[in-house]
Every structure is written in C-alpha cells, then in structure tokens.
C-alpha cells in the first residue's frame, strides 16, 4: 500500500489548518509581540504549531492502529501530545519557565523510558556504555533540542 497519497493529504490538511488558525488568532489578537530578547519585529500570530499538533497526533494514531508503530514507541510518541498541549497553553497563558522545564523534563524521562534508554555511543576511541549516564544525556539532549526548536520556531 502506497502512502503518498496519505502524506499529501495531511500535507494539504496542514497549509489549510495554519491558515486557518492564522487568520483566527489574528481575529482574536492572540499575537507575539517583539520584545528586546525576540527575533521578530512586528506582532506575528501565536498557535500556528497546532495544526500541526493535531495531524501529527492523528497520524501517529492512524499508524498505531494500522500496527505500524509498535506500542512502546506509540506509547513514547504521546510526550509529543504532551509538549504540544503545553505549548498551546503558555501560547494562551504565557506559562511560567519553572513548569515548562518540567513538564519537558518529565516528557523527556518518560520518552526514554519507552524506547528503552539510550543505546551505547561510539566514539572511536571510546564506547559509552553506562546507562544511567547514556539516558541522563538522552533525558537532556531532548529537552535541549525541544528548546532549540522552539527558539527556531519564533524567528521572524
């Protein structure tokens, strides 16, 4: 079975449902304004990460129940959810950095968790093999690269 015509659609349905919550949070002001620290420089829209929230999570459910995506892996996809439900409610509430951290800290544990930790690292010379280690750097390169997304995300 080809999934391209899946893909194309849920391409399709994400430029329609941005466009949409675009023009809807322009409606009801829900706009970023630039302070000092931003990288935009006039008000830009807030939101627009969840139409891609939504098709991600129907996604992932579709191929969860196709029998695509094995449990664990499911089960370590719905931080995904999680981070995006928080990301719509500091979108609308401005939430504070202490509950952000560790909203991201325990999404990043329990994705961990479900993948069944950090496989060993090569790095020729030497192979990092402690566990404990591997899933604390695995724990903090996710929160890492979320931020840093995120960071990305907002420029102009």
Do not use: C
């Not at 893909?7 to 941005?18: D, E, H, I, K, M």
């Not at 023009?23 to 000092?36: C, E, G, M, V």
């Amino acid at each position: 079975m080809s999934l391209l015509p899946l893909y194309g659609g849920v391409f399709l349905a994400a430029l329609l449902l941005t466009w949409i919550i675009k023009n809807q949070a322009i409606r009801l002001h829900l706009l970023d304004a630039p302070i000092t620290r931003s990288a935009h420089s006039r008000p830009i829209p807030r939101g627009g990460g969840v139409s891609i929230s939504l098709l991600f999570a129907i996604s992932a459910l579709y191929f969860f129940l196709e029998g695509i995506i094995p449990t664990e892996e499911f089960l370590a996809l719905t931080a995904a959810f999680v981070i995006a439900l928080l990301g719509i409610l500091d979108d609308l509430f401005t939430l504070r950095l202490r509950w952000r951290i560790t909203v991201q800290l325990l999404a990043a544990i329990w994705v961990v968790y479900w993948l069944g930790g950090v496989a060993p690292i090569d790095f020729g010379f030497f192979l990092l093999t402690n566990p404990l280690l591997l899933s604390i750097m695995g724990i903090l390169a996710l929160i890492w690269l979320l931020n840093l997304y995120n960071f990305m995300d907002g420029i102009d």
